[in-house]
């Protein structure tokens, strides 16, 4: 199991964060920006972009692509709905259920929890705590939950 943390500013679209791992490293950043469409590039350690979350344009609903070495391998959409948020998550058939709107969520698929994500704000801090069950979901969980803060965000017009 790896345990990713993200502490960050209330969030923007021009943000970059950092995310560490439990000893306090760094071990990926991302970095933020607005050029047609919201765009998310992730660097691991060694400053290698690893992967990019941009946003579809011409959609009803917030939606980004998961581009990762130059191909997309999944989409996350915003689901309509009056009460609670609801995401669609194109990608190995994981969903989403908890308490998303407090960041107390969990993503699974048919057969496993795949990852655990909970949130506190400290004064103007977030802060998650990501707990990946199997490393090689690592990066591929820290986008999901990268691109549901962007949806949250592009929604509350930051």
Same mark, same amino acid.
């Given at each position: 199991? &790896?345990?990713?943390?993200?502490?960050?500013? #209330?969030?923007?679209?021009?943000?970059?964060?950092? !995310?560490?791992?439990?000893? +306090?490293?760094?071990?990926?950043r991302i970095k933020g920006s607005i050029s047609l469409g %919201?765009?998310?590039?992730?660097?691991?350690? %060694?400053?290698? @972009?690893?992967?990019v979350l941009k946003e579809e344009l011409l959609k009803l609903?917030?939606?980004?692509?998961? #581009? !990762?070495?130059? @191909?997309?391998?999944? %989409?996350?959409?915003?689901?309509?709905?009056?009460?609670?948020?609801?995401?669609?998550? @194109?990608? &190995?058939?994981?969903?989403?259920? +908890?308490?998303?709107?407090?960041?107390?969520?969990? #993503?699974?698929? @048919?057969?496993n929890t795949i990852a655990e994500i909970s949130k506190k704000?400290?004064?103007?801090?977030?802060?998650?705590?990501? &707990?990946?069950?199997?490393?090689?979901?690592?990066?591929?969980?820290?986008?999901? !939950?990268?691109?549901?803060?962007?949806?949250?965000?592009?929604?509350? +017009?930051?």
């Amino acid at each position: 199991m &790896k345990e990713l943390i993200i502490k960050e500013k #209330i969030m923007s679209f021009l943000d970059s964060y950092d !995310v560490y791992d439990k000893n +306090g490293d760094v071990i990926y950043r991302i970095k933020g920006s607005i050029s047609l469409g %919201h765009c998310f590039k992730v660097y691991n350690k %060694h400053d290698e @972009e690893v992967a990019v979350l941009k946003e579809e344009l011409l959609k009803l609903l917030p939606s980004f692509k998961i #581009i !990762v070495n130059d @191909e997309c391998i999944g %989409h996350i959409k915003k689901e309509l709905t009056f009460l609670r948020p609801k995401f669609n998550i @194109e990608f &190995k058939g994981w969903k989403v259920k +908890g308490n998303i709107w407090e960041w107390d969520y969990s #993503i699974y698929d @048919e057969r496993n929890t795949i990852a655990e994500i909970s949130k506190k704000i400290i004064s103007f801090t977030d802060t998650y705590t990501i &707990k990946v069950f199997n490393d090689e979901d690592e990066l591929n969980v820290l986008l999901i !939950v990268a691109a549901i803060d962007a949806i949250k965000c592009s929604q509350s +017009g930051n």
